[in-house]
């Protein structure tokens, strides 16, 4: 089991540049979630997915849209990047058989400078 | 709506010694309670977790215990070593907001041999 991957590790981008973060999983979890991590500020939750076609806003989706067409992926787009959305992106996934008791499993992150 | 406060970091301590890392939180329902540990240039992990009052969650020599009466989910080890130097996060989830984990800021550790 490779877990969760993040691709890419590391971009830099210019202000209005438009990306995706990739997220994938291969431990079958209905759950996936992606969060961004600002310095001191732990980690707030952008969007979240309770399976293939179902997805929800986070406390910050400003500036960002997700898709999930199957379990195993869960993209994050950032349309007009802007230098607020530099930050430390991570996707995570769980089960949730366990009523919130579950183990959410997290990615490497992606760090991400806009200039 | 939910929320975690930990304490300030960072925390310095020499190798050996004793580990508190407070924690305490906010729910609108009975949350299961966790800690994360982040190694530098990591992601986080699980550390230890606990569901219902009075569970204790351990792992690795930490311990912490869920006290619903005074709403905190402490960290603590006993003898702390240089490996054990990272970032830890304690957090919340709930069913009724779709088991979203609530972090606190984190709390920097740093042991020196």
């Known amino acids: 089991n490779a877990g969760v991957t993040q691709t890419p590790k590391f971009r830099i981008l210019k202000i209005g540049q438009s990306m995706t973060l990739q997220c994938a999983q291969d431990?079958?979890?209905?759950?996936m979630y992606w969060y961004r991590q600002d310095p001191g500020m732990g980690l707030k939750l952008i969007y979240y997915s309770v399976g293939a076609g179902i997805t929800d806003k986070g406390e910050v989706p400003n500036g960002y849209n997700v898709s999930r067409s199957t379990t195993e992926d869960f993209p994050l787009r950032l349309e007009l990047a802007a230098p607020s959305q530099t930050s430390v992106y991570f996707c995570a996934s769980s089960t949730q058989r366990g009523m919130g008791s579950d183990t959410q499993y997290f990615g490497p992150g992606t760090r991400l400078t806009v200039l | 709506g939910d929320s975690v406060t930990q304490m300030e970091g960072p925390v310095t301590l020499s190798e050996e010694a004793f580990l508190t890392i407070n924690c305490t939180y906010t729910a609108t329902g009975y949350p299961s309670l966790f800690w994360y540990v982040q190694y530098p240039g990591e992601g986080l992990q699980l550390l230890l977790k606990a569901t219902k009052a009075d569970d204790k969650g351990s792992n690795k020599g930490f311990e912490a215990t869920y006290r619903k009466e005074t709403t905190s989910f402490h960290l603590e080890k006993g003898s702390v070593q240089v490996s054990d130097s990272a970032v830890y996060f304690c957090?919340?989830?709930?069913?009724?907001?779709?088991?979203?984990?609530?972090f606190g800021k984190g709390t920097l550790l740093t042991v020196n041999p």
């Open positions: 957090a919340l989830s709930e069913r009724g907001s779709n088991y979203k984990l609530t």
């Open positions: 431990m079958n979890h209905n759950y």
